[in-house]
């Protein structure tokens, strides 16, 4: 595990009881440059301790833990820190999961099959402030209204919010207000989160917005 912080290096937390899978992921992790472990937890409540001295860049759970689950571990690094970034690494791809950890503040959900650089590049991704979810699922999510997946779709196009206002032709205040609405729905704390989620939709061959 890293000592110190190199410059630029994404410092990583990863939750899970598993310990061969957890020392599998950590020695992955380690191996990367710009990556390192900063903390490891094999349960809620130790998770839940270490985490408001660890402070990760972001953080990495399973959804199946002996004393709860990683929605609770979630849950808790928000409330701390509400920017707290995270990303789920579970053996378990169904919607239940999916809507749960979107719900709960997850910029992305891994499975634990996946390759290794396949997990690597998605914890970069949410780092990056990127969404990484399933591609059978990447149109999946909380249900927006018209107007505010028109504006996701607008944000998408790499609008800004006065670009938005004139081409909706309301006030500017009123397009950031649904901004802040739309990313509470969504789970994610920036535009940049939204755009890149269009992109990846579009490229599933999906556009957001209005047909």
């Known amino acids: 595990m890293s000592a110190t912080k190199e410059p630029d290096e994404v410092r ?92 709960a503040g997850a910029a992305g959900l891994m499975l634990k099959s996946a390759r290794s650089q396949e997990i690597v590049a998605a914890i970069r991704a949410v780092h990056e402030g ?26 998408g196009d790499g609008h800004s919010n006065r670009e938005i206002a004139e081409e909706l032709g309301i006030a500017e205040k009123t397009v950031k207000n649904r901004v802040t609405v739309i990313l509470q729905t969504l789970g994610m704390q920036r535009r940049t989160q939204v755009a890149a989620m269009v992109a990846a939709h579009r490229r599933a061959g999906w556009k957001q917005g209005p047909a």
């Open 130 to 155: 990127r969404s990484v979810w399933p591609a059978d699922h990447v149109a999946e999510g909380p249900e927006l209204s018209e107007s505010d997946q028109r504006i996701v779709d607008l944000i």
């Open 12 to 103: 990583v937390m990863l939750v899970d009881d598993h310990e061969v899978v957890r020392r599998g992921i950590v020695t992955v992790i380690d191996a990367q440059d710009g990556l390192s472990i900063v903390g490891e937890a094999a349960s809620v409540a130790e998770a839940t301790r270490r985490l408001p001295a660890i402070r990760p860049d972001v953080l990495v759970v399973d959804l199946q833990l002996p004393d709860g689950t990683g929605l609770d571990v979630m849950r808790a690094a928000r409330s701390a820190a509400p920017e707290q970034l995270m990303l789920v690494l579970t053996s378990f791809d169904d919607d239940a999961a999916l809507g749960e950890s979107r719900a």
